[in-house]
């Protein structure tokens, strides 16, 4: 009778817990945004998760983050306040926007899929950029007026 080695038995273990650990959700690791603009991010899926929900929250622990937006199986478009989220089926991607972006937005966000147990998720870190300002204060000085006067009409000197 054949009996497994030690070797390939670590062997097995390890690829059987890598099998386990891979996540069928992907993201951007980090993305970019400039404040008062709009932040799209796009997480994508393996196929047979075409039905599940999708969800984007914030929050350095995933545990414990806020979902901002969700979508469910008979919903594929979300808005909520400024962030919504849409998933594209037929191409397993979900894409995340944030519209009028403020600095405060800036931090760890997860984009994820909803199943029985334990969701699946990936981790995206989002900076936001100050926005350009209008630079200086507006300097109002009196400014000479020139007045155009026709030769007939002008007044005698």
């Known amino acids: 009778m054949w009996q497994p080695s030690l070797l390939s038995c670590f062997i097995f273990s390890h690829l059987f817990i890598a099998f386990l650990g891979s996540s069928p959700v992907t993201g951007p690791k980090a993305v970019r945004g400039q404040e008062r603009g709009s932040l799209a991010v796009q997480c994508r899926y393996t196929p047979g998760w075409e039905s599940h929900g999708k969800w984007w929250c914030r929050g350095a622990d995933w ?13 594929p478009e979300v808005k909520r306040d400024r962030v919504s989220i849409r998933d594209d089926r037929e191409n397993r991607t979900f894409t995340v926007t944030t519209e009028e972006l403020r600095l405060d937005d800036a931090g760890i966000y997860w984009c994820g899929i909803a199943r029985v147990g334990t969701d699946h998720a990936e981790q995206v870190s989002v900076t936001v950029d100050p926005g350009k300002s209008l630079g200086g204060r507006l300097d ?18």
């Open 140 to 157: 109002c000085k009196a400014q000479p007026i020139h007045r155009l006067v026709h030769p007939d009409t002008a007044p005698e000197t």
């Open 63 to 75: 545990g414990n983050c806020k979902i901002l937006v969700q979508t469910t199986a008979s919903e």
